[in-house]
């Protein structure tokens, strides 16, 4: 069976009808798996069968292909579970093509033909709509990427959401950290080759795509045509009516728009009669916002732990109390992207501080927005016109929620709030017209009419009525049936295959009158029916599809009078979800006490009893100790130390999430504040082996620390936690010492350089802007109280032998690293040479001291 997996490989003549109509729809979608329509089954052929039935585990079993051919593979899925294995062949990044029969199969048999069929969608990892397949709070974003040399054009959207965002710059690295922070469920690249025209999934790319993207994402390799750069442009300004690109922010930037292009080209091809529903792009710059490498993204655990890769226990776990997914996801975008302006940070500021200080006014304000649906996504489904009854009444409902809404707003003072005073009366009508047109509970299908209330059409009321008199006159018929006939056992029935009947039984049914016509013979009754009964019935057939027909016209009106005002609804939906983050934001600055900061120019970083947002949660209540930080005025540098599990990791980390959630304008964990902007953070955090690339621990370690001290500023942050450990001591620590001498002395950046290596308090004694500080404990006869609290000084030793001690190693392993420990520190070079090395730093001017080559005699 295996030999006829190819489908390119059979000879077509010889194949039977269908599967030869299966290779021709193929031919069109070979980058996607066919899921073809047989029966109550979708079913998949040739090596489709193979690959469904192994990554779905399905059975693989065999269809006849014809005299010459014998057998092909073929598995199936049943039609109704179609979208949950459609999405498990989606998550495992596979496209699937949706092939379906497209009229009744009896019509075809009558014919004596072959059910027509075609595709009516195309799932790519990227294009779904399908609310069952996509995560709530999170976006899924659809990229189209265009590279010329170090150029590039980035196009991201959310189809089921319609954001659509552009922007073009240089590096591959900045590319690839803006990829990792969108991380798209699928990138479409141009290829010059039609054959490479396909999908790639993870893991599948590498050799196939532009050296040093990342290749744990599906991509989606497209003619480089739809990119041309007129084409591009010319399906941009078509798609959105316009005459000029200048509106969009993007006119002077050829690559966004190739990539704009690109993607609205594919989504043209392949959404079938799904139309794109993304609303006009928005041109942003990388550089308006804090450059956060993934690295950083990871250390600071802001979406998820480092350790599990789970959303429990990361910041933005912590810090989310939305209630929409709007503004779920909009939390999510700003915390990746936190503001460098003062002005927008103090915007958000303001809006929290308003909401924290009046409480009544942040609880209205969250009852009306829990009230509020999905209003983008909603939104989302009817611009691909598969929005139903159910989404429009859930539209309205959120409309009217954002009317009362708007009314506890009526004397607020902050931006975000005043936003949303007002709510245009279009959106009001529309809301207003929804409620009245539709019923209260309508059916999930749009065909089988049930959907329209009385009143409000005419024409359907008229259809209705006569309907109506027609059903009546049937009741009735039994009635006055039974009179004329006498028979007091006949009755009236319906089914299916005969429509109306008369009913009388075998006994009676001698007394039938002569207009009786027989139409069926049961065992124990005898059916009839009457032309005046069958006219009847003709009747109210065709009444019930034209009211159908009418219901789903006037149906489709609304939908197209929601569709119509889209640019009125996706503004607010955007104010609704800024105003749900927050006050999501007051609530949690409520809940643990968190302070507004006071945000300001320069490089001042004043944290009064900053507490780590994340850790305080995990503990229980007042466990927490918080820590003072003071960077930028003189200090630049502060080397911490203390023993293992004393709270260096934390600390450092909280320095971090605090700058973070003041830029993104949230309150903070702290008791009072002064923080300045910072354009970037930089972390280099505990040490993972990248097994993916094959580098080892100290490599990873080597290679994250040289991509800090290329890129950090003076107006950088940069977080330290144990440079150097992964070598020789004598090398760790050299490595150790000149990267924090270059810190403070070159780049002169705030930073915070945790470690074990206390030789480095001495780096203290020779610039000016480094300071120790260490995290104390309590040491008493046989135990270290952890105490957590950072304070001025360095530790004098490390405690490592003291940890092992803990941690139950033998007495006499313990006993010789004492001895070993002693010997080492009174003949070391190190401390020989840093007790020799005496020159004053704080006085040199622009150049990097040597180390004093002191060897002893
Ligand atoms: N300020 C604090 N208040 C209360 N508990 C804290 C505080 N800081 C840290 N802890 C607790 O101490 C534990 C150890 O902290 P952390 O990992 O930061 O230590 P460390 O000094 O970096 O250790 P190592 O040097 O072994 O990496 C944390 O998991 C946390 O539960």
Redesign the pocket.
Known sequence: MLENSNYHQVNREQLVDMLRHYCHVKDEYSHALLLYRVGDFYETFFQDAITVARELELYLTSKHGGKEIGKVPMAGVPHHALERYANQLLKKGYAVAICDQTEEAAIAERERRMVRREVTRVFTPGTLLEEALLPARENNFLCALILNNEHWGLAHGDVSTGEFRLTQAQGIDMLTQELLRIQPAEIILPVETPDLVGLLRPGESAGKIPAGLPIQFTYTLQPYRLFQGTNARQTLLETYGLKSLEGLGCDGLPLAVQAAGGLLGYLANNQGHYQTGLQLPHTYFVSEYMRLDQQTRRNLELTQTVREGAFHGSLLWAIDRTMTGMGARLLRRWLLQPLLEIQAISARLDTVAELVNRGGLRQRVREHIKQIYDLERLLGRVQAGTANARDLLALAASLFAIGRLAQVLDNVKSKYLQNLQIVPSELEALAERIRQLLVEAPPVTLTEGGVIRPGVDGELDRLKQTLTEDQNWIAQLEITEKIRTGIATLKVGFNKTFGYYISITRAKSEQAPADYIRKQTLTNEERYITPELKEREIRILTLQTEINQREYELFLQLRQAVSLQQNLIRPLAQKVAAVDVLAGFAEVAVMYNYQCPEIMAGRELHIKQGR?PV?EQL?PAG?????DTHLGMGIDLMILT??????????LRQVGLIQMLAQIGSFVPLLQAKISICDRIFTRVGAVDDLATGQSTFMVEMCETANILHHATDRSLVLL??IGRGTATFDGLAIAWSVAEYLAFYLKCRGIF?T?YHELNELANTLKNVANYQ?VVQELADQIV?L?QVQPGGADRSYGIEAGRLAGLPPVVINRAREIMHRIEQHSQITLGLQNYGVDLGNTQGELPLFAPNVPE
């Open positions: 780590h850790v503990l466990c927490f100790v918080p820590n203390g023993p293992n599990a004393s709270g260096k990791s934390c600390y936690d144990e945790a074990h995290v952890f957590h």
